[in-house]
């Protein structure tokens, strides 16, 4: 078993962050079901699967995030919780974005020269 690459873990850590945000989206589109509850997924234990060089396809698991208040209807999203976390996995993203560019920019700079 060989150590990640650098851009093996920036691949993994764009993965994460792109299910984080289909997970927040979800819950959003669901804001009106009655009895849905919000979920989101444990970034820490996936972004340690994502370090994984053995593990073929990532595929972190959701969970129901817990302590949050429901309403009447047993639903408990909460938009404003999620737009702020949906705000704060978009940042994640580009900034992984942001760093996958620097990379390359050194791996050009090296053929460069």
Do not use: C
């Amino acid at each position: 078993m060989s150590a990640p690459t650098l851009l093996q873990m920036l691949q993994g850590f764009l993965q994460v962050t792109n299910q984080r945000q289909q997970v927040l989206s979800s819950n959003m589109a669901n804001v009106d079901t009655p009895g849905y509850h919000t979920r989101d997924i444990d970034f820490q234990q996936a972004m340690q699967e994502a370090m994984n060089p053995g593990e073929a396809q990532l595929s972190p698991a959701s969970m129901d995030v817990m302590g949050l208040p429901e309403r009447p209807d047993g639903n408990n999203v909460n938009v404003d919780r999620e737009s702020m976390v949906l705000s704060e996995t978009q940042l994640q993203y580009q900034l992984g974005v942001q760093l996958i560019k620097e990379q390359f920019h050194e791996l050009l700079t090296a053929i460069k020269e």
